[in-house]
């Protein structure tokens, strides 16, 4: 009589089977449409505990063993001054879908609170990223994977609408301007964060969302981002196809329809732009 299969094998199986099209093909798309990773590449994989990078940890793993392309990972996980319960969580977590994870101490979580007042997420993040980049390249690897997704992307493309008076995208695929010859890819561009819910849900697994103190307290601390979200939730329960829509635009500009554009931090006005001022 065969084993029954362990959780991280049936997680794995789902990625490859009923999850395929969701999620495994898209990733797979994404690597290829934007050059995300190329023979040779070493990666780091940059898991924060989150449903998000965990899936990006799994989805690695399969397309070493089943891609075409030939590359090697690592996969690391910075604690920013998690509590114990959280980071005994994590662990766990990475344990049960044998995801050999590489975690580095910091302080990130207490400097970023305390040199950047009521507003710490932007100094948080950009603190993370740097001890992540250095922590990586440490290692050898020439790429560090994020789990930003489709949803991502979206959000914050509608975001700098709304808030910023400016439309910006998220690259799949940028080089680092302090660290030589590194790149931060996001390989679950194409990937909708409701089909990572449903991975998430169908293999019974649970993971830790941000774990701040400033997110301790969610209607204190009751996003833009957040706001947007549910934003999106509502006009996806009248149109399904909303959140593709977007992402399309996104690679679908008219720029001759458009009074501007910044390009390399120099702004053009179209009328001056096609006049050649």
């Given at each position: ?65 089943h891609g075409d392309i030939r590359f090697s990972a690592e ?155 549910n934003i999106l939730a509502r006009v996806k329960s009248r ?25 390399d931090g120099k702004q053009y006005f179209m009328q001056k ?5």
């Amino acid at each position: 009589m065969p084993r029954p299969l362990e959780k991280y094998q049936l997680a794995e199986r789902s990625i490859i089977t009923e999850f395929r099209k969701k999620i495994y093909s898209r990733f797979a798309e994404a690597v290829k449409r934007y050059a995300l990773i190329e023979d040779g590449d070493r990666i780091a994989v940059c898991v924060s505990g989150g449903k998000d990078s965990f899936l990006l940890a799994k989805l690695v793993q399969e397309y070493a063993r089943h891609g075409d392309i030939r590359f090697s990972a690592e996969y690391i996980c910075m604690d920013p001054g998690y509590s114990e319960e959280v980071l005994s969580k994590v662990t766990q977590t990475a344990e049960t879908l044998n995801v050999p994870l590489k975690i580095f101490p910091s302080d990130v979580f207490a400097v970023a609170d305390e040199i950047a007042g009521e507003s710490p997420c932007y100094m948080c993040a950009r603190m993370r990223r740097g001890f992540l980049y250095g922590r990586a390249k440490e290692l050898g690897c020439n790429k560090i994977a994020l789990g930003h997704h489709k949803t991502d992307v979206v959000v914050t493309s509608l975001m700098s609408m709304l808030y910023g008076g400016q439309l910006q995208g998220m690259l799949p695929k940028l080089r680092s301007n302090n660290f030589e010859g590194m790149q931060l890819i996001r390989p679950l561009y194409c990937v909708s964060e409701d089909d990572i819910a449903e991975w998430a849900c169908v293999n019974g697994l649970s993971f830790i969302n941000c774990a701040c103190k400033k997110t301790e307290n969610r209607a204190e601390n009751y996003s833009a981002r957040e706001e947007v979200k549910n934003i999106l939730a509502r006009v996806k329960s009248r149109n399904p196809d909303a959140e593709d829509s977007v992402f399309a635009a996104l690679h679908n500009v008219k720029l001759d329809t458009l009074v501007g554009f910044e390009y390399d931090g120099k702004q053009y006005f179209m009328q001056k732009f096609r006049d050649g001022r």
